[in-house]
């Protein structure tokens, strides 16, 4: 059965900066896009980063020159690096894997002004 763990969120002040991580159980990391999404209560999961099997990063626009996606194959794991932080950024994360529309349980992360 394949997990996604997600980790690595906390509580930033502005500015700040976090790296999140989604480890992937099982065999299918490799080949398969990733994806990073984020949800605030009482609003859709939006997109946030997508980092395809060859390493390439698609971002939405609200996050673009501020997080970088990339991924680790031999680690089976996705990173999204997260910088200049500011409280719009405050949700819980999720990663996905694309093709097979899976789930991690999500991290929270909080930016303070």
């Known amino acids: 059965q394949v997990r996604l763990v997600e980790s690595g969120g906390g509580s930033v002040e502005a500015g700040g900066s976090l790296r999140l991580s989604c480890a992937v159980s099982g065999s299918i990391f490799r080949g398969a896009a990733m994806g990073w999404y984020r949800q605030v209560p009482r609003q859709q999961r939006e997109f946030v980063a997508r980092?395809?099997?060859?390493?390439?990063?698609e971002y939405a626009n609200s996050v673009k020159g501020r997080f970088t996606v990339s991924r680790d194959d031999a680690k089976n794991t996705a990173y999204l690096q997260m910088n200049s932080l500011i409280p719009e950024d405050t949700a819980v994360y999720y990663c996905?894997?694309?093709?097979?529309?899976?789930w991690g349980q999500g991290t929270e992360v909080t930016v303070s002004s």
């Open positions: 996905r894997v694309e093709a097979l529309d899976l």
């Open positions: 980092v395809s099997s060859e390493g390439s990063g």
